[in-house]
């Protein structure tokens, strides 16, 4: 009988036999199940590592793409050492500043806006700035001022210290002077003042004492002479106020302003300035009101050569011109149409534009017209009996020495009706013949006397009174002369409006005269409308 041990049942025992089948049976099915099972899970690990594989290089990609942007916003001391290392070779090679922001200064200073905490930045522009002053001196060595004026300048800006930066800018200062020639410049500046050539010009006094004292500030014989100037030029400013000189007195003030706005003599100038400048308005406005338009009129330019946009005297002006068209329609409608024409053109000169006078000149050519239909109207005896009350009141008042003047009332206004009535009678032609030569007696009278308003009334009568035409283009083309020499006058001074009015009157008289058009050319030039 076999030995057999507790708990082991033998392999022929039938139970047993059952039990190996059954767990063979298993075992096939298990085993089947986890070779299926294997396949699905290497399957899908396999996708799993595909995707991971797919994520990782994106995420490669997207680092070396933002490495830049996120290391300058994560880690700026990466970004403030980069603009460090920059300025550093900057600061090696010369290149102390630059507008482009290349310049040591730019980048380290840029490099300390980053990270302020960090030393090495303020170092170096401490460096930068010691760099500007050896670059200065190395300038000044070289005799080369204006690249020593700009390194001192920046190393001044860098806070370098005082004394070295006072030490070169004296260096510099007696190297200035040595090629200025800082005694020659004071010796030039007063001999000048002596003159009385005090501003206008490079070589007057007040421009030569600046340029002393832009080398040396503190010369104290520069800044003596340069009181002297300024007192001496508000001097003839207070002057000229007191001739009434508005323009020329404005004119200097600003002058001394601009050289020194401190001066002690320059606020009381100022003040008489504006008062005279009330002054002159208000007697201005008296003279148009009591119907002195020549007066009116000179103080209404004085205050626009002062001020080119007052208001006030623009309007002024116009009111003059205005009051002169009235006039001119007066006279026409009595039939003094030489005076009417005279009045007419100084309106037009004057401000052509304002109020009645376009309607002064068409008031003028209608009473032309009434006057020739009613001339022809008139019976032949009726005619003739007006014809000689005017000729023997023009006689009269030759006779009084009323040859032009008073409007409607001289001889010449009554030899004008005369001639309008009958313009072909012999005694109208005779009364003018003789009315002539006081005509041009006349003319050359008011040209001499620089009265060339009137001159050129008297120069209308010439025309009227039948001058020949050959005489009468001369006289024509003196009296535009005068008026160009006037305009070059005005615009010498500044006075650009006065100027602009010469000019038109000049070519009123006489379009072709010699000289116009250089001097419209002068006037544009200027910047002043010359048509």
Same mark, same amino acid.
């Given at each position: 009988m076999?030995?057999?041990?507790?708990?082991?049942i033998?392999?022929s025992h039938?139970d047993?036999a059952r039990?190996?089948t059954a767990?063979?049976?298993?075992?096939r099915?298990?085993?089947?199940?986890?070779r299926?099972?294997?396949v699905?899970?290497?399957?899908?690990?396999?996708r799993?590592w595909q995707?991971?594989?797919i994520?990782?290089?994106?995420?490669?990609?997207?680092?070396?793409?933002l490495?830049?942007?996120?290391?300058g916003?994560?880690?700026?001391?990466t970004r403030?050492?980069a603009?460090r290392?920059e300025?550093?070779r900057?600061?090696?090679e010369?290149r @102390?500043?630059a507008a482009?922001g290349?310049?040591?200064?730019?980048?380290?200073?840029?490099?300390l806006?980053?990270?302020?905490?960090?030393?090495e930045?303020?170092?170096?522009l401490?460096?930068v700035?010691a760099?500007a002053?050896?670059?200065?001196?190395v300038a000044l060595?070289e005799?080369?001022?204006?690249?020593?004026?700009a390194?001192?300048?920046l190393?001044? &800006?860098?806070?370098?210290?005082?004394?070295?930066?006072?030490?070169?800018?004296?260096?510099?200062r007696?190297r200035e002077?040595g090629?200025?020639g800082?005694?020659?410049?004071?010796?030039?500046?007063?001999?000048?003042?002596?003159?009385?050539?005090?501003?206008?010009?490079?070589?007057?006094?007040?421009?030569?004492y600046?340029?002393?004292?832009?080398i040396?500030?503190a010369?104290?014989?520069?800044?003596?002479?340069r009181?002297?100037?300024?007192?001496?030029l508000?001097?003839?400013?207070?002057e000229a106020?007191?001739r009434?000189e508005?323009?020329?007195?404005?004119?200097?003030?600003?002058a001394?302003?601009r050289f020194d706005?401190?001066?002690i003599?320059?606020?009381?100038t100022l003040?008489r300035?504006t008062?005279?400048?009330d002054?002159?308005r208000?007697r201005a406005?008296?003279?148009?009101?009591?119907?002195?338009?020549?007066?009116?009129?000179?103080?209404?330019n004085?205050?626009?050569?002062?001020?080119a946009?007052?208001?006030?005297?623009q309007?002024g002006?116009?009111?003059?011109?205005?009051?002169?068209?009235a006039?001119?329609?007066?006279?026409a409608a009595?039939?003094?149409?030489?005076?009417?024409?005279?009045?007419?053109?100084?309106?037009q000169?004057?401000?052509?534009?304002?109020?009645?006078v376009? &309607?002064?000149?068409?008031?003028l050519e209608?009473?032309?017209?009434?006057s020739?239909?009613?001339?022809?109207?008139?019976?032949?005896?009726?005619?003739?009996?007006?014809v000689?009350?005017?000729?023997?009141a023009?006689?009269?008042?030759r006779a009084r020495?009323?040859l032009?003047?008073?409007p409607g009332?001289?001889?010449f206004?009554?030899?004008?009706?005369a001639?309008?009535?009958?313009?072909q009678s012999?005694a109208?032609?005779?009364a003018?013949?003789?009315?002539?030569?006081?005509?041009r007696d006349?003319y050359?009278?008011e040209?001499?006397g620089?009265s060339?308003?009137?001159?050129r009334a008297c120069?209308?009568?010439?025309?009227?009174l039948?001058?020949?035409a050959?005489e009468?283009?001369?006289a024509?083309?003196r009296?535009?002369q005068?008026?160009?020499?006037?305009?070059?006058?005005r615009?010498?001074?500044?006075?650009v &409006?006065?100027?602009?009015r010469?000019?038109?009157?000049?070519?009123?008289?006489?379009?072709g005269?010699p000289g116009?058009?250089?001097?419209?050319?002068? @006037?544009?030039?200027?910047g002043?409308?010359?048509d």
């Open positions: 076999p030995l057999m041990l507790p708990g082991v033998p392999s039938p047993a039990d190996s767990a063979a049976a298993r075992s099915l298990h085993g089947g199940t986890r299926r099972g294997g699905v899970e290497r399957l899908g690990l396999a799993r995707w991971w594989l994520g990782s290089m994106l995420v490669v990609v997207l680092l070396a793409v490495r830049a942007p996120l290391g916003l994560l880690w700026p001391e403030s050492q603009l290392a300025a550093e900057a600061l090696a010369g @102390l500043s482009d290349t310049g040591a200064r730019e980048l380290f200073e840029a490099a806006a980053m990270d302020p905490d960090r030393r930045a303020s170092q170096g401490a460096q700035a760099a002053l050896a670059q200065a001196r060595a005799d080369r001022l204006d690249d020593a004026r390194g001192l300048a190393a001044r &800006e860098l806070s370098v210290p005082k004394a070295e930066a006072e030490q070169l800018e004296e260096a510099l007696r002077a090629h200025a800082l005694d020659s410049l004071l010796a030039a500046a007063e001999a000048a003042r002596l003159r009385g050539h005090l501003e206008g010009d490079d070589s007057a006094a007040l421009p030569l600046a340029r002393v004292l832009a040396e500030p010369h104290a014989d520069a800044l003596r002479g009181e002297d100037a300024l007192a001496e508000l001097g003839q400013a207070r106020l007191r009434g508005l323009g020329a007195a404005a004119q200097r003030i600003d001394a302003r706005g401190g001066h003599d320059l606020p009381d003040a300035l008062e005279e400048t002054a002159v208000r406005d008296n003279a148009l009101a009591r119907g002195r338009l020549d007066r009116a009129l000179e103080g209404y004085a205050l626009l050569a002062l001020d946009s007052d208001a006030s005297a309007d002006v116009a009111a003059v011109a205005s009051a002169h068209a006039e001119a329609s007066r006279l009595d039939f003094a149409f030489v005076a009417a024409e005279a009045a007419l053109a100084r309106a000169a004057i401000a052509p534009d304002a109020a009645g376009a &309607e002064a000149e068409a008031r209608r009473a032309r017209q009434n020739a239909q009613f001339a022809t109207r008139l019976p032949a005896a009726e005619r003739d009996r007006r000689r009350q005017l000729l023997d023009a006689e009269a008042a020495g009323n032009l003047s008073p009332e001289s001889a206004d009554k030899i004008a009706r001639r309008a009535l009958a313009p012999r109208v032609r005779a003018s013949a003789r009315l002539l030569p006081a005509a006349c050359e009278r040209l001499r620089n060339l308003g009137q001159a120069l209308d009568a010439r025309a009227a039948g001058e020949d050959g009468l283009a001369a024509r083309t009296l535009a005068r008026w160009l020499a006037v305009g070059n006058e615009l010498g001074a500044g006075e &409006e006065r100027a602009q010469a000019l038109a009157l000049a070519r009123a008289i006489d379009p005269v116009l058009d250089d001097f419209r050319q002068r @006037l544009r030039a200027a002043a409308p010359a």
